[in-house]
């Protein structure tokens, strides 16, 4: 069965620094999202992304955060400055259209 | 703002017995969606429910959907150990913009099922 694929499986960054998400959606899927779980918490959506642009984002989404599909497979997502506060898991997800979707694995993003 | 709330948030119970989960949501949709997550894995679709009256069954679990409470319900049959999980339920934030964009969790429901 076709998977998303997310590396890394877990990044430790230092406080500032810039950190990207690397995601693989599934090939035939149209649609792309990131989300993030804090530790325990419930799972937040961050942005959406079809057709190469920005579909919708969330509050959380700010200046600090960038999507890009750099080369047609890969999918990620560039935090340009990080707070303790974004240490979480990130989770990139796909769907062929607004049907069920496909969660990758996640990454396990600490911010020290 | 959509709203997504799960009831209850914990739940202990033993094998064999049923229970209901709850998940209410605040505005128009007709996409919800119910997710599997295990500890420190990800997110397993577990259903999908695009209307109305809308019933799945896979196993012991049983989803439905009323759009017009607004309200759907995951039902655990005769629970077995296997199915200790946390459950989020999801909604659709495009189905009520029109578009079809990213998910509305609620809090999830952490059940634990005791032999």
């Known amino acids: 069965e076709p998977e998303v694929t997310q590396t890394p499986s877990h990044q430790v960054t230092q406080m500032g620094q810039e950190v990207i998400l690397r995601c693989v959606p599934i090939?035939?899927?149209?649609?792309f999202y990131w989300y993030r779980q804090i530790l325990g918490q419930k799972v937040e959506f961050l942005v959406s992304?079809?057709?190469?642009?920005?579909?919708?984002k969330s509050e959380i989404f700010d200046d600090q955060f960038s999507v890009e599909r750099p080369d047609g497979s890969n999918f990620t997502l560039k935090i340009r400055s990080t707070k303790l506060e974004d240490s979480a898991m990130y989770f990139c997800?796909?769907?062929?259209?607004?049907?069920?979707?496909?969660f990758g694995s996640g990454t396990r993003l600490t911010v020290v | 703002e959509l709203k997504v709330e799960q009831n209850p948030l914990f739940l202990s119970m033993q094998e064999g017995k049923n229970y209901t989960i709850y998940c209410n949501y605040s505005?128009?949709?007709?996409?919800l969606y119910w997710y599997r997550q295990d500890p420190g894995k990800s997110l397993e679709s577990l259903f999908v429910?695009?209307?109305?009256?809308a019933v799945k069954q896979e196993g012991r679990l049983m989803a439905s959907l009323d759009t017009k409470a607004r309200l759907s319900t995951l039902h655990i049959t005769a629970a077995v150990h296997d199915l200790s999980a946390t459950y989020f339920c999801?909604?659709?934030?495009?189905?009520?913009?029109?578009?079809?964009?990213?998910?509305?969790f609620g809090k999830g429901t952490h059940l634990i099922i005791q032999p």
């Open positions: 505005t128009t949709s007709d996409r």
């Open positions: 992304f079809y057709n190469n642009e920005i579909s919708e």
């Open positions: 997800a796909s769907r062929p259209g607004p049907t069920r979707g496909t």
């Open positions: 429910l695009l209307s109305n009256g």
């Open positions: 999801a909604v659709d934030i495009g189905s009520s913009r029109g578009g079809a964009d990213g998910l509305t």
């Open positions: 090939s035939n899927h149209l649609y």
